[in-house]
């Protein structure tokens, strides 16, 4: 048969399902590698565009995977390496709530960091619980550094409608703590999606349906790729350096510090800790920015 293009929907141990022209096809890698993977935990994530040979019952394998646009990637703690997340997106949507679990700012801060040049889109649900002013006030300074910021509950139907008609037409990445509502969000979003999302996810011991493993749902008007609930986010960058241009707010200051290249950790005249100190960098943005410093040392220091 004809080789096909198809896009990646899940894969789950080596078994990847795989969309195209209206059909699935359950395949595997041709060969076991990719031509040119690099070292990453898996060399394909939904969202991901391949290059298939359709064979009997809906199977087929992969030969390869079209040049992605972009890639959303964490540091896999468990096995040491990147973990692409999420392929060809529009945008991160990285989901809190102000309790429940608690708003929880260096997540977020974190999932920025991973999403590169990505759009970020920051969303605050469960807003029918009471929300803090801390809370809100980091919410409109993320607002304020540029990202999109949107506030949702389950019980306020209109606030999913507004969130829906800004995500129409997009491909995005959801992302967030276990707990906060991605799930429940998601088959807001895309009810077509519900029974879907129940059925790939598995019970937990309290009975709970979780995610395991990405999977790319799609309706009409919005595609959602769902990534599993994460407790804490590793960045997969292992150059300290790179991490300051990943805050917009240092990276457009990065170039007045005298020492160069600085990593706003002490050094003479730097022109970071003096705007941390005179209020124009928020400082609990700046205390994240060092964490994750710390974090990548400590990586390093563990692999070597
Ligand atoms: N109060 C409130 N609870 C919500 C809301 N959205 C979801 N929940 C509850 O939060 C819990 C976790 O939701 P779930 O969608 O499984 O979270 P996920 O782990 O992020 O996918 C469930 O008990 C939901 O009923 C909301 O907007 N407000
Ligand atoms: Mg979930
Ligand atoms: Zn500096």
Redesign the pocket.
Known sequence: MNDLVGIIEKGINNIYTVFSEGEHYLCRIKGKKLPGSEAVYNPIAPGDRVIFTPAAHNSGMISSLIPRRNRFVRWNMKRGLPQIMAANIDAVMC?A?PD?PPFRPRFIDRVIVCADSIPVIVVL?????PINDETSARMNHYRHLGYSVFQ????YTETIETLRHFLAGKTIAVV????????????ALMPEAAQKTATISEKNNRG????NFAVLLKSEYLTII?TP?IREIQVPILDLHVIGSRFPEIARLQEECSFQPCLHRGEPDCAVTAAVEEGSILADRYESYVRILESIEELKRDAY
């Not at 649900?125 to 619980?129: E, G, R, T, V």
């Not at 967030?176 to 088959?187: A, E």
């Not at 709970?208 to 995610?211: A, G, L, P, V, Y």
Request: net charge positive.
């Open positions: 989901t709530s429940n649900n469960k807003a029918d619980l949702t509950s389950a019980y967030g703590q276990s707990g906060v509502g991605k799930s429940t969000l998601i088959n709970k349906h979780i995610t769902d609930g």
